[in-house]
């Protein structure tokens, strides 16, 4: 049974992580796996790669900034205010529109945010990370698989 809790994004754990600033502010854990609630910064070209939840739907509500989210065969355009949602075994693509885009992930059910954290860092800033390269692509595909996540290279 999951006990109540309550996080402020000062006290909430941030990671630098495939170049965006991520922000955890609910884990699989603490909501005894019901959902895990995330803050992303992702600068324009930090996107991730085309890929395919196999476990999670995955919602994200833009609070700054314009994304374009492709979830399989529709085109969808969101600004602040603007929630899209991608559920499991739909493939999907993020494309930042403006300089760098704040969104709200919601994952239901929680768990995948190990995988950002892992492939991640501690932030020692709330800052976007400095860039230090693209990350080893088959580490990012393994660890993808582990967490029931797929990166595709064939799509669209």
Do not use: I, K, N
Not at 66 to 71: A, F, H, I, P, Q
Not at 86 to 93: A, E, G, K, M, S
Not at 121 to 130: C, G, I, K, R, V
């Amino acid at each position: 049974m999951p006990r109540p809790f309550a996080t402020h994004r000062d006290d909430a754990p941030a990671y630098w992580s495939l170049g965006e600033l991520l922000t955890v502010f609910a884990t699989g854990e603490q909501t005894g796996g019901a959902f895990s609630l995330l803050e992303e910064r992702l600068p324009r070209g930090a996107e991730p790669p085309p890929h395919v939840h196999h476990r999670e739907d995955e919602s994200f509500l833009v609070l700054a900034g314009e994304l374009t989210v492709r979830v399989g065969d529709d085109l969808l355009r969101a600004c602040a205010g603007s929630l899209v949602f991608c559920p499991r075994d739909v493939p999907h693509l993020l494309t930042v529109e403006s300089d760098e885009v704040r969104m709200l992930t919601l994952c239901t059910p929680g768990g995948v945010e190990r995988l950002f954290v892992e492939l991640g860092e501690p932030a020692t800033a709330p800052t976007l990370p400095p860039y230090d390269g693209a990350p080893d692509p088959a580490r990012v595909v393994t660890l993808a698989a582990h967490y029931g996540a797929e990166v595709l290279t064939a799509w669209p």
